[in-house]
């Protein structure tokens, strides 16, 4: 199967790499200068590259699309894919914002193969992909791409209902909400909020979610009984939770605290320190 990656920044090298691994020819396209070299040597010179998008998809059976994150960019390169492009053949857009029904009436010839494919960073470790049609997309576009999202060993979540950031960056946002809310206030610095988290619910999410965890800590009653007995008190909280403004003097301290909480340790270790524990949380939940 061949499958086409177009943009090989840091989301569609990680692409290239799972695709690559799991034994697809891999075309990409990029038209940043030095890309190519910077891809082979993230991913090793197995994939092929050129620097035309409508040559990297003219013979593609999938194509995961990681252009920029604004819609007119989108658009236009959409538009050269969906003319290069056989019908059948999925267009998958990893934005982590845009509106596959926006995003698709940049592909007037088929918007119907056009869907949303979002990873999590890194695509090659983290098993999760938001599948998100939009209010044209085929039925037969969805199941394909769930079907080789699968077939690459991710775990493909189809959204019901398209929502700005989909699912998962949704509940991101509003644990950061909190967070900077937090710090605004100076009631915890960020090395605060983030030990809070890695070595507290955190563990837990990792390996049943949120709500399921919850459901544990409810004893023999589960979730119904946590509900029962802490559900005024959560209201209590939600009813306290900041209201945040990322005005300059926020950024600043946010950016200067996390330079304070990682201090001397190098991006590529604290990289590589991050993709063993994914790695080692992925290994012990195989139970599953």
């Known amino acids: 199967m061949k499958v086409a990656v177009v943009g090989t920044g840091v989301i569609g090298a990680s692409w290239a790499t799972l695709f690559l691994a799991h034994g697809h020819d891999v075309v990409a396209t990029d038209p940043a200068p030095g890309a190519e ?7 090793g010179d197995r994939v092929a590259f050129t620097d035309d998008p409508a040559a990297a998809v003219a013979d593609a059976d999938f194509v995961q699309e990681n252009g920029p994150e604004r819609l007119e960019v989108k658009h236009e390169l959409l538009a050269v894919l969906d003319a290069a492009t056989r019908p059948e053949v999925v267009i998958a857009s990893s934005s ?21 494919g979002h990873p999590f960073n890194p695509p090659h470790l983290v098993p999760l992909v938001e599948v998100v049609p939009g209010e044209g997309t085929s039925t037969g576009a ?17 959204l019901r209902a398209e ?17 900077y809310s937090l710090v605004a206030r100076g009631v915890a610095t960020v090395a605060d ?21 919850q459901h544990l800590s409810g004893g023999a009653g589960g979730l119904a009984h946590v509900l029962e007995h802490l559900g005024p008190g959560t209201e209590a909280l939600w009813d306290d939770l900041g209201t945040v403004t990322m005005t300059p003097e926020l950024a600043d301290r946010l950016v200067t605290q996390v330079h304070d909480a990682v201090g001397d340790a190098d991006a590529s270790d604290l990289l590589a320190r991050r993709d063993a524990v994914i790695t080692a949380a992925l290994d012990a939940r195989r139970f599953r």
């Open 163 to 179: 929502l700005p950031g989909h699912l998962a960056n949704r509940l991101q946002a509003a644990l950061w909400r909190e967070a």
């Open 142 to 158: 969805v199941d394909a791409a769930m079907a080789f999202y699968r077939s690459v060993g991710r775990t493909p979540l189809l």
């Open 193 to 213: 909020v983030d030990t809070a988290i890695t070595e507290g619910p955190g563990l837990r999410w990792a390996a049943l979610g949120p709500i399921t965890g």
């Open 96 to 116: 982590s914002m845009l509106r596959p029904t926006d995003l698709a009436r940049g592909a007037p010839r088929h918007p119907e193969r056009v869907l949303v």
């Open 37 to 43: 070299e910077r891809l082979v040597a993230a991913v």
